[in-house]
C-alpha cells in the first residue's frame, strides 16, 4: 500500500535552534518528493521539490533530503525562528501517475517558542 | 496575480442544505482539483480536471460534483451536505496534470465548511 507516514506529529523548539523533520514513505514507483509549509488557516506552500536523482535541495534556512534507496526524506531547519512555527507536509508522487496518485503525508506540527 | 482564489473562506450549512464552493486561478493552468483536510490526516483529492471540459474523480468523491467550463474556474458543488462533510477544502493548480512531473502546485487559502 502507498503510504507517507510523518514523524514527529508535534514539535516545540527554542527560537535559535535546529530541527529535523522525518518523512519516510512507501510509495513505488517513485517519482518525485515535495516538501510543504502550511501556516495556520492558510493553503499549503512549496518549499521544496526533489525527483530521483536528487539528494539534497536547500530553500534558504530549509535543507531537504532524499535517500531514494531507504525511502526516507528529512526536513532540516536551521537557526529556528517564530515564523517557522507550522505544519510541514510530505507529499510523494507516483511516476506516470494520475493526479490521484499523490500521496500526502499527514504533517508535522512545529511551535516555534521564544 | 492573485494566483489561487477560493470563496467563501467560511461557511455553515444545515444538514440537507446545498452550496457551491468557488474557485479560481489566473495562472493559466490547465490542471486544477479539490482537496479536504480533516484533523490528524493527509489532504485528499476530491476531484480534478485537466483541462477545460474534463474532470475525474479523486480519492473521495462521493457527495460533490464538479466541472469545468473555464481554464480559470473550478466549482465544488455539495448536493446535499452531511456532518462527514466538515472540513477544510482546498483548491490547487499547476502547469501539468499529476505529481509525476516536478511542476508546483499552487494551493487556495481554503474554505472552512461546518455542517450542521
Known amino acids: 500500500k502507498n503510504q507517507v507516514e510523518q514523524s514527529p506529529q508535534s514539535l516545540i523548539i527554542l527560537e535559535g535552534k535546529n530541527c529535523t523533520l522525518q518523512c519516510n514513505y512507501t510509495v513505488s514507483p517513485f517519482s518525485n518528493l515535495r516538501w510543504y509549509k502550511q501556516d495556520t488557516g492558510r493553503g499549503p506552500v512549496s518549499l521544496t521539490i526533489m525527483t530521483f536523482s536528487e539528494n539534497t535541495k536547500s530553500n534558504g534556512r530549509y535543507t531537504a533530503t532524499l535517500d531514494a534507496d531507504t525511502k526516507q526524506s528529512s526536513l532540516h531547519i536551521t537557526a529556528s525562528q517564530l515564523s517557522d512555527s507550522a505544519s510541514y507536509i510530505c507529499v510523494v508522487s507516483l511516476l506516470y501517475s494520475s493526479a490521484s496518485k499523490i500521496i500526502f503525508g499527514s504533517g508535522t506540527r512545529l511551535s516555534i517558542r521564544p | 496575480n492573485a494566483g489561487v482564489t477560493q470563496t467563501p473562506k467560511f461557511q455553515v450549512l444545515k444538514t440537507g442544505q446545498s452550496m457551491t464552493l468557488q474557485c479560481a486561478q489566473d495562472m493559466n493552468h490547465e490542471y486544477m482539483s479539490w482537496y479536504r483536510q480533516d484533523p490528524g490526516m493527509g489532504l485528499r483529492l476530491i476531484h480534478y480536471?485537466?483541462?477545460?471540459?474534463?474532470?475525474d474523480q479523486g480519492e473521495v468523491p462521493n457527495g460533490y460534483n464538479v466541472s469545468r467550463s473555464t481554464t480559470e474556474d473550478f466549482p465544488l458543488r455539495l448536493l446535499s451536505a452531511a456532518p462527514s462533510q466538515t472540513s477544510v477544502y482546498f483548491c490547487a493548480s499547476s502547469y501539468t496534470y499529476g505529481g509525476a512531473e516536478a511542476y508546483e502546485q499552487y494551493f487556495g487559502p481554503g474554505t472552512r465548511l461546518t455542517v450542521t
Open positions: 480536471s485537466v483541462g477545460a471540459g474534463i474532470t
